[in-house]
């Protein structure tokens, strides 16, 4: 999740260097659904799994590494980057930033809680933005468009599984409410 993102954020930074403006990222917090959201599946579960994304943004507001990770499943993979990659990865975010701030948009959410392994796929956009220790200025860590997210329920909690955009089948793959292609 760290890795991805940042050029257009670098994009923005340079137009907005460009125009004179202030080019740190806003301290925007939370989750909750885009009005409207399309969501799929009993509220009980749709609510659940806005529940972990907001129980991962509390934990990386008190700089809980356990707890950050607890939004990742056992299995969790992004390409070849695994559990323990992140786990290392924001192990050395958590040391190097403070003051962490996270927004999650959810635009769309396709939950089948009634298998014998509830899944559930997620679309949202979104952003991880902190204050660099050494500068004392707020950086983009993270941002997102459209991604989808495809979570399960493990050990009672919902939790990201894999970048569900790599796994489904295009025609599937709703990015910004349209169909996407790939």
């Known amino acids: 999740m760290l890795g991805r993102g940042p050029f257009l954020w670098v994009l923005v930074g340079l137009t907005v260097n460009v125009f004179g403006c202030v080019t740190s990222a806003p301290d925007t917090r939370g989750s909750q659904f885009a009005n409207p959201a399309e969501l799929r599946g009993d509220p009980k579960t749709i609510e659940e799994i806005r529940s972990a994304f907001t129980r991962f943004e509390q934990a990386l507001q008190q700089r809980d590494l356990e707890g950050v990770m607890e939004l990742y499943a056992e299995r969790y993979r992004d390409r070849q980057f695994m559990k323990d990659d992140l786990k290392e ?37 979104g952003s991880i933005s902190a204050v660099s220790n050494a500068t004392g200025t707020r950086v983009m860590l993270d941002s997102w468009i459209g991604e989808v997210h495809w979570m399960v329920e493990e050990k009672g909690a919902w939790r990201i599984l894999v970048n569900a955009s790599d796994e489904r089948n295009p025609v599937d793959v709703r990015i910004a409410s349209h169909q996407h292609h790939q």
């Open 89 to 125: 990865e924001w192990q050395q975010a958590l040391a190097t930033y403070h003051s962490f701030s996270a927004t999650h948009l959810i635009t769309r959410v396709e939950a089948h809680s009634d298998n014998a392994q509830p899944t559930a796929f997620v679309t949202c956009s």
